[in-house]
């Protein structure tokens, strides 16, 4: 059987501590633009939290929402690429292959979640920020479009070592950066193929929801709402 | 015609390939040193990387693409008019087809660069183009740039024959009066045309073969250039009316194109024996009811979307009516219909400098008109958390100057080698009445229709 990874995202216990976006950063070697290319749109987050507030001062309300790739299974990014860099995976991904793409930036636009990014320029890390570059993943080169992808080398490890010991991949085995480094467990990471998955559960639960699906998207990413 | 007329056509038409003034080598170096710099801007961008240009996140496509609509709509000026008037065969068409046809090939050619230079890595644009590599892979072809390639290289193909078939005769002309090198030349360009009965028939059908291919052609490229914007789930993007709305504009902004063009090459070329009145009256009609169209078309643009009261689409909606971009998008009014269809529509202000203070005005706001459908959208899409602004920076500016003068200097260039006016054509027929018609000989008209029994 193949593997349909998914998302869930419990707004009712998200924070908003960023730890997520740091711990995809290192995992993923997303290029650090600093506070001058960052004010110019040049920053790069393959997750992000979203702060939206509710309510007239004093009595205001803080909501957390974090935005990462909601790899759709009708993803408008993929069928307008020329080059096929950005492709549906067999396991339902939206992956990208990034010595295959040119740089037209129009997935970044057909994107209506914002979470394709592209390199302004060649990534740079200060010392001593490039002592922790992960050697799993390529760095990406300027002019090329970058994305969430599930830490998708995380994900073939995972399945590597089940393969090695001759096992089914266990739910919960494989952990993308943003999840395993979650303090509150607001991130649920799985297989949505496997109905008794923790991932499956919640997205099939009354709480979830999808982020715009009246746009037709089809996100793998599960939005639980709060909890009455 | 007699001898006489003939040899004032020759003589007249040749002048400026015959004659070079110092004027010409400095508006070459002026216009030379504009496109220099814009490819140094460019070459500096390569280098770089194109974060040296204003874009930014969530704004990916600005004044690149918006130039590449533009000069696409340019294009379709020429071939289309051309070929239009060839299938109706007014005769007024003889000396306006050519410079029109030019501006088609030329503006395809600037406009057809645009998209590599927007690429971030541009070097790596051929990967756009169906050739066998050992990979075997190919482009995507659900993609509209993938559509977009195909298109424009079958029309900047057809275009360009469009515009050397009908020049063959004149070719054969130049090598039999020009002597030396140049000779030599367009003897190779004159495909060995000796003007007899056999070649003019087959001249004759290539041209209508051509002209009846061309204009279904040239309505898919502007079609499928608004594909690009239609096939996205952008707010203000994804409109049914793209793809008449984008030929409408494509032959207004042409048009306006055209007549400015016109109107430079019969003063500097000293073409008023040519170039009447009668022919700036009659564009400027045409002109006349693209304006029309093109008020129709953005109203009802506008009317849908507020109609249909999508809140992301209104975001975009009230952003351009009363928001930041609101000085744009009603200077883009004023210049596309508030002064052009008064000028147009009254037959008085309807002269030639009437119809090109119409047409300069038109082709700023079509400019305006491409970047308020780029921006715009992409900086108020669906989550209002990653909203955001876009200002051009000096490399944008840089480059997009230079396209504008390279089409000039593309285009005075052309005019020193191949006579502006088709020479064997004019000679085939007259060019139509000289002036409009006086209230003289509008009365002599009627007195002849009512004398008919």
Redesign the interface.
Known sequence: MTHRWGMAVDLDRCTGCEACVTACRTENNVRIAGPE?SA????IAWI?V???YEGDFPDVRVKFRP?MCQQCDAA?CE??????ASHHSEEGLNAQIYN???????C???C???VR??????PVWDRPLDLPLNPDVSVR?????EKCTFCTQRISAGKDQAKAEGRELRDGEIKPACVQSCPTSALVFGDLNDPESAVSMLSRSSRGTKL?DD?G?QPKVTYLKKEY | MTLQEEQKINADLLRPLQRTTVWFYLLVAFLGTIVLCGGAAWIYQMWYGIGVAGIRWPIFWAFYITNFVFWIGISHAGTLISAILRLVNATWRRPVTRCAEVITVFALMIGAMFPIIHLGRPWLFFWLIPYPSEREIWPNLRSPLAWDFFAISTYLTGSTLFLYLPTIPDFALLRDQLTGWRKRVYGVLALGWQGTTKQWHRLEAAMQIMAIAIVPVAISVHTIVSFDFSMSPVPMWHSTVFGPYFVAGAIFSGIAGLIIAMAVLRKVLHLEDYLHPVHFENLGKLLLMMTLLWGYFTFIERLTVWYGNSSAEMAVFWETQSGSYSPLFWTMVICNFVIPFPILSIKKLRTITGCVIASSTIVVGMWLERFLIVVPSLGTKFLPYSWGSYRPQPVEILITAATFAAMVLLYALFAKVVPMISIWELKVGGHGRPHMITAAEDEEQRALWRARP
Do not use: D, Q
């Not at chain 1, 110019?40 to 920053?43: D, I, L, N, T």
């Not at chain 1, 295959?100 to 129009?106: A, E, H, K």
């Not at chain 1, 080169?141 to 479009?145: F, I, S």
């Open positions: 290319e110019k749109g040049r920053s992000r979203e702060r939206y935005v408008p069928p307008v690429c020329p080059t096929y295959r793409c040119i740089g037209t930036r129009y970044a636009n057909a209506p979640y914002n990014f592209f390199n302004f320029g060649n080169e300027v002019g090329v479009v715009m746009l998207t």
